[in-house]
């Protein structure tokens, strides 16, 4: 299997490359460190290691967080909330409103004379920007089908497997817990001993 | 009204659950121990009733607040968590019954509500471990009982509790993880994590290569836990430097369950095909169970102290349980399964029998036990005839299951295996005699002149266990014939 694996592919595993890396760290450290608290610390990446492994295999490739996006709860084809260049059809429908909206509006500030300059230039920047494609709303009828298109991807979007991830809270909790056990323990036997090298206090044990 | 006899698998396990943060917030040294005790009888009450129902009508499958399976979590009783279930609530009951006074001893009084919140933890670790049907929820079961046991170990009063306690934690963490990694694995091949459902999923013939590391880590996780025979390197501490109630309890059940995980992964997961014909796991289960017997009891001859040596044999007598297992038969599976209950309560009531030195003389060093045999006669007649089920004399438990090692044994073809279980029990011979001869018949040394019988309390607990290990070595439906009913349906289940 490794054998037909080209490069491309084991770079884009990347992430398991990771996860072992950390993985035999942790591990080794475990193994191979005398200090009570290094082994900790290696346990620590030991387990560590396994919440990347689960957070890994839970990701879809441009998968987002499997939260529910705004526009879903509006319906389709209110394109308001996401701005995209195909939905300039809509936004032009919607900015005949503004239009009725804005006139009165940007009129009462500049009465008011509080820095109504932006705000005018801001509303006809939106005229502007809304009126080119207006024109071509009778001409191109595809950009309208293709807009109904993204707002139902919107709504039926990729999503990540949120199970793994939410197992890795359980194991990160599982984690919290033993490692405050953990040092819970090693503060006990520094007291007794007053070391936390594993040798020495096996050598001690081992004269009384 | 929710029928009440329908939720009874959950509360066998939300019962300790629940009743452990209660302890602590009520504090307390009596109160707290009543309601343990009164929780650990009613779960017993519970699984044995459990146990009956799945006798009558079939397996109970308890969907958790309704969610179908596989997409949520369910506890299956069937006839092998069932069988296993009961004893394990039963032992969990008797030592926490007998555990009073010892407790009292061992324990500074100001932790005694913690102990048995604690205590509650780890039995509902255990007993979870076995209901659940969702494979990440054994995990989680597994983590509850082991950092209880961890806590519950490092109370100890030799200064060295601590020390075992955080190697049992590292090596036990390092088990646990790679069980994770290997629930993981299989997630990922099968996008499922109820066991049942993967089993259905998983295609075990063109598995490769992910199959086979998911098998190895979860394998080899388990045996971290069983502690076989090359990873028991955190048993023997663990078990000495324990108050002697926790030792009883973990002795008698925690690794019992972990065998018990084992037969479920290889039986409802990865089916004995795979494990045992594309994989040879079952020589080497044969092959590791052996070299452990006879290591573990002839190093457990050399031991000073009993609790010690009785942590070697341990260690031995886990090997016979996967003999079993690895004899890949009806008889074999259930001769495994049936040690495993007949090993707990030996060695339930052999560890209670020190825990009764323990409180009287202050030591359980062979030294100072000399000829206790004398001033506590019913205490040693306990540890000898508990003993005596260790080796596997006839009309005690242990001979029930050894034979039926025996005779599956031969019927698989292996005779050197038949052979060299015999020549092992010579060694428990060894070690068991060494303890009997130092309380009958060597002068007593000052502590154990000095030492008076147990009090009741502790005795007629200690003696209910040890007159189990004779009823069910002379009356064996219940115990020989249930595990006879697990291991028929694990067989039967596995070829569906």
Known sequence: ?208 | MIDFVSQLPILMIVLPLVTAPICVLLGGRQLTYILALIVAWCVFAISLACLIQVNQSGPIHYEIGNWKPPYGIEYVVDALSGFVLMFVSFLGAIVLTYGKASIDKEIPHSKHYLFYATYLLCMTGLMGMCITGDLFNVFVFLEISSLSSYALISLGKSRRAPLAALQYLILGTIGATFLLIGIGLLYQMTGTLNMADIAGRLDVENGGRTLLVAFAFMTIGLFIKMAVFPLHTWLPNAYTYAPSVVTAFIAATATKISVYAFIRLIYGIFTPDFAFNTQPLDSALLAMSLIGIFIASAAAIYQSDVKRLLAYSSIGQIGYMLLGIGLVSVGGLAGGIVHMFNHALIKGGLFMAIGCFALRIGSVKLDDLRGAGKTMPWTSLAFTIGGLGLIGVPLTAGFISKWMLLTSSFEAGRPQVAAMMLVSSLLAVVYVWKVVETLYFADPSDAAAKAKEAPMSMLVPLYVVIAATVVFGVWTDWSAGLAQQAAEFLFTGAKQ
């Open chain 1, 1 to 208: 299997m490794i054998a037909q694996m080209d490069i491309g592919q084991a770079l884009g595993l990347y992430n398991y490359w990771v996860v072992i890396f950390l993985m035999m760290t942790g591990f080794y450290m475990v193994i191979a460190r005398g200090n009570l608290i290094k082994t900790i610390i290696g346990l620590n990446i030991f387990q560590t290691s396994v919440v990347l492994l689960y957070v890994t295999m839970g990701k879809v490739k441009g998968g987002t967080a499997p939260i529910m996006p705004l526009d879903v709860g509006h319906g389709h084809g209110h394109g308001h909330d996401s701005h995209g260049h195909e939905e300039a059809p809509h936004h032009a429908a919607d900015a005949a409103d503004h239009t009725m909206l804005q006139h009165p509006l940007s009129g009462r500030v500049g009465e008011a004379e509080e820095g109504p300059a932006s705000s005018v230039v801001d509303a006809s920047g939106h005229f502007t920007g809304i009126s080119e494609p207006s024109v071509q709303l009778t001409g191109f009828e595809d950009a309208a089908h293709s807009h109904a298109d993204t707002a139902h991807q919107a709504a039926e979007a990729i999503y990540s497997n949120p199970l793994p991830s939410v197992l890795m809270l359980t194991a990160i909790v599982v984690g919290v817990a033993t490692t405050a056990l953990a040092l819970a323990l090693t503060v006990r036997i520094r007291e007794e001993y007053g070391t936390i090298e594993e040798d020495e206090i096996l050598e001690m044990d081992r004269t009384a």
